[in-house]
């Protein structure tokens, strides 16, 4: 049925601007009929951030930023869904067009802002499905105008304790100006230590919530450096590696959308993003797991990034150019890699060539 939505779907939401097309695919999803997903392999089970996943491969933040849609999605088989980035207030993002398709390079270059409905609106739809369980994390930020950051990332951690999986504190966003700087070690460290802080706060009443950091890919090795020293010394449960990045690869053909300012996705960030997660993770010794994202478009390419130390993957641009079918794909072809393989768990091969990788000449 998937595949039928797909072939239906996919040349018509191609044909439309991209964020109408957007709009209609989260309009569709609300419409799924409840059909209860194909158990996963049992082999494709992971334990990560003291959560059990069913299967790795997550919906990366973005796609559902305002929670309209997340038990559909799990329907559809991601293992795990992250809604947001989440903003105390509703914010309107930047004017559109905002959302540019590069087709001949399998990309997507977006400033869309954090437009989004405000942290109100989000934790009611959170609320009204808390009962129906699965891995649902919360991504949040900082609204644009806020005259203290690092407060509203308290309040959100705050506010959502109750219905989050996880969190993922966003510092990686280059579509609100400065909000990056917070990858900077000193605010970092301050950042990281008030959340972490709400969140033992919380903690009685509200139960254990991970809380992720996702970084930019365009962090030079020395940021990087001082990034993980920062996210290990105040005991962060993970990292997400990595949010769009503000590059422009030469190999770029859509040149013109290349121009559009804003933060490139999919195909031609693969290979940027499945270096910096090889270069996190032998920076971060195994002190707590990575999720790895950017430009997974097929199961070797999951594969590759586990390879290069993500214990979960997530997607979002990928499935725009090869539908949703891509996650079914995905799941169906690392089971057959851990069956011909003879392993029982893909723990064994995460990380497997992050030190090979780290070797490789920078790619462009
Ligand atoms: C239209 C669009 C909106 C996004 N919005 C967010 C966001 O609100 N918060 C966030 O952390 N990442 C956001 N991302 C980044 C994705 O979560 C992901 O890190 C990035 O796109 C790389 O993965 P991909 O190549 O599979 O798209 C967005 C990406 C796109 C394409």
């Known amino acids: 049925m998937i595949r039928a939505f797909d072939a239906l779907s996919l040349p018509l939401l191609r044909w439309i601007d991209a964020e109408d097309a957007h709009r209609l695919a989260i309009h569709g999803l609300k419409f799924l009929p409840p059909l209860t997903p194909r158990a996963d392999d049992a082999k494709l089970a992971v334990r990560a951030f003291g959560l059990n996943f069913p299967n790795p491969v997550g919906m990366a933040a973005g796609f559902d930023k ?54 109100e609106a989000v934790l009611r739809r959170l609320a009204s499905r808390a009962h129906l369980g699965g891995i649902v994390g919360v991504n949040v930020g900082a609204n644009k105008d806020s005259p203290d950051r ?55 009443k509200a139960g254990d919530s991970p809380v992720l950091l996702k970084i930019a890919p365009d962090l030079s090795l020395a940021e990087l450096d001082e990034v993980v020293h920062v996210a290990r010394s105040r005991r962060v449960d993970g990292m997400i590696v990595a949010n769009t ?19 490139l996705s999919g195909r031609p960030l ?70 011909r393989t003879g392993r029982e768990q893909l723990s064994e091969i995460v990380g497997a060539d992050a030190a090979a990788i780290t070797a490789e000449d920078w790619p462009i």
Do not use: C, W
């Not at 503000?246 to 040149?255: F, G, I, N, S, Y």
């Not at 290979?271 to 707590?288: I, P």
């Open 150 to 204: 690092v407060a509203d990332y308290v309040r959100l951690i705050e506010t959502f304790a109750p219905v989050a999986s996880y969190f993922t504190v966003n510092v990686s966003s280059p579509n609100t100006p400065g909000l990056r700087n917070m990858q900077q070690a000193h605010i970092l460290d301050d950042l990281l230590s008030k959340v972490i802080d709400a969140r033992e706060r919380v903690r009685e």
């Open 66 to 119: 305002n929670a309209e849609v997340p038990d559909a999605l799990l329907r559809l088989g991601f293992g795990f869904v992250e809604i947001g980035t989440v903003t105390p207030k509703p914010q309107v993002g930047n004017p559109r067009p905002r959302l540019f398709r590069l087709e001949r390079d399998e990309a997507v270059v977006n400033r869309m802002g954090f437009n989004n409905d405000g942290a």
């Open 245 to 263: 990045t503000v590059a422009r690869p030469t190999t770029l053909r859509e040149t013109t959308r290349a121009k559009e300012q804003g933060g």
């Open 270 to 339: 693969f290979r940027l993003s499945t270096r910096m997660v090889a270069e996190t993770y032998v920076r971060v010794e195994g002190a707590f797991p990575l999720i790895g994202v950017g430009g997974i478009d097929t199961g070797g390419a999951a594969l590759t990034k586990i390879r290069a130390g993500a214990s979960l993957v997530q997607l979002y641009s990928p499935l725009v150019y090869k539908g949703l079918g891509l996650v079914e794909d995905i799941k169906n072809d690392l089971a057959l890699t851990l069956l």
